[in-house]
């Protein structure tokens, strides 16, 4: 059997992350050009508003799953089934109730937009169980292959309804559906077969002795989920409120290059999950698969912080056309944010994978909370450059409550950060002075060698 590991993991989701994020922005890039962009930030608000409301049917279920499994294998069957029958019961309330309350605040959508927004969001809920499965069984080649499907897939059909002149937004919602739909069967179907296949001689942990403690192990991720949506998507609904359905659009384009440059950070959260959870028990080989996640996160910041100027500079530009030149300026600024989120992921998974997962709800309820006050002030003063800004400090505030409740004094973390974050600023100005982000090259050169020490490396299975 396949065991997580931590590098060979994050390149498989990373690259198809990365291949996933190119069809991706051609996807919005033929949104953008078939849509007016009114109609592209109302689709944009829709989609986010679906995606908010229905991660609570995740209830953390799947985040258990990932955490879990690869200590008990041979339950992986019993187990993804028992989770996916809880999360069936918990979405019959909130499918039914969100339907109606979207229909009365968007009235005036055209016809089945609302549905196929639902069944887009519900579609990809349903496949976490599935897809955190494959990964606790070290098989993040074959999640990797699920995700990058539904890209694909949906892509294509935006490129064949665009070529046929289709211009109402309700046909590429459509499209949309039918890539998540498909996706979702072939993640159950990958999932159930290599489930099959592991020994029936393990024991689940105590947690999931039954249906209620199960729920309650997972309320703290339940609850965690419940608000992590809003640390990408509030600036937008803020936005919709303070502002107007274009600056959703600007925005939207500047955050679509900024979530490409996160596959990384993300690639590197789900796989070291289960990579922690392994030796959840066993605190120095936890100390140590974390140092070693350390150094990939300061070996990784200077290349992203380099790529994400060159490429979207011309990227955004290119392929959006003029009227969204505004987006390049707030990406540099939302650069510093990719930055505090790349530094913060060895202690923010280690409070996920840790015995007390409700330090990590804390942490995103503060996440939130600094993103929601610090953007409800600075957005109607500075529009979607202050919604940038509000993103940039809920990241920092990430950063330094992840370091904060693991009780970690590292200093050079937060001294990488706030040079990142002065860095951007600088670009978006125009200044040469950014150049000062070169320094960051310093510190990644000695995390090189600490990871080529082989007394250094953690143990490999």
């Known amino acids: 059997m396949r065991k997580p590991e931590l590098g060979r993991d994050t390149v498989w989701l990373a690259s198809s992350d990365g291949l996933a994020i190119v069809f991706g922005l051609i996807g919005q890039v033929i949104l953008a050009k078939a849509l007016l962009q009114s109609n592209y930030g109302i ?10 409301m229905y991660i609570l049917i995740d209830a953390g279920l799947p985040t258990i799953l990932a955490r879990d499994i690869p200590r008990a294998p041979g339950c992986a069957k019993i187990a993804v089934r028992r989770i996916y029958r809880l999360q069936l019961l918990i979405a019959i309330p909130f499918v039914l109730g969100s339907l109606i309350f979207s229909h009365y605040i968007w009235a005036d959508v055209p016809s089945g ?6 069944i887009i969001a519900f579609g990809h809920i349903m496949s976490y169980p599935h897809r955190s499965l494959l990964r606790a069984l070290g098989e993040a080649r074959i999640e990797s292959m699920v995700k990058l499907s ?32 498909i996706s979702l069967a072939i993640s159950i179907w990958q999932g159930e077969r290599i489930a099959r296949k592991m020994n029936t001689d393990d024991a689940l942990p105590n947690g999931w002795s039954s249906n209620k403690s199960l729920i309650i192990a997972a309320l703290p991720f339940a ?5 992590l949506p809003y640390v990408t998507k509030l600036s937008k609904f803020l936005l919709a409120y303070f502002s107007s359905y274009d600056d959703v659009a600007i925005y939207h384009v500047a955050q679509l290059a900024w979530i490409a440059g996160l596959m990384l950070p993300q690639a590197m959260r789900a796989s070291l999950l289960p990579y922690l959870g392994e030796v959840r028990d066993k605190p120095a080989q936890f100390s140590k698969r974390m140092l070693k996640a350390h150094h990939y996160t300061v070996i990784l910041l200077p290349i992203g912080l380099i790529l994400g100027v060159v490429i979207s500079h011309f990227s955004i530009p290119f392929f959006f056309g003029s009227q969204y030149l505004a987006a390049v300026g707030v990406f540099d600024i939302l650069l510093a944010g990719w930055a505090c989120a790349l530094l913060s992921v060895p202690w923010y998974v ?17 996440v939130v909370l600094a993103s929601a006050i610090s953007g409800w002030f600075i957005i109607p003063v500075a529009g979607v450059v202050g919604a940038a800004w509000a993103s940039v400090i809920g990241c920092s505030v990430m950063l330094s409550g992840s370091k904060l409740l693991c009780q970690d004094e590292d200093r ?5 950060a706030i040079l990142s974050v002065v860095t951007c600023y600088l670009i978006s100005i125009g200044s040469w002075l950014a150049i000062i982000g070169f320094i960051t090259v310093i510190p990644a050169i000695d995390a090189t060698r600490h990871l080529q020490n082989p007394d250094q490396i953690s143990e490999e299975e």
């Open 113 to 118: 937009l609302i549905e196929l927004c639902a």
């Open 350 to 366: 280690a409070l996920q994978a840790g015995k007390n997962p409700w330090r990590f709800t804390g942490l995103i309820g503060l």
């Open 223 to 227: 609850i965690t989920l419940g608000v």
């Open 412 to 416: 050079l973390t937060d001294g990488l």
């Open 43 to 52: 689709l944009v608000v829709i989609l986010d508003a679906f995606a908010t």
């Open 150 to 181: 539904e890209r694909v897939i949906t892509t294509a059909l935006y490129a064949i309804f665009f070529f046929q002149g289709y211009s109402l937004s309700t046909i590429y919602a459509l499209a949309f559906a039918i890539g998540v739909v």
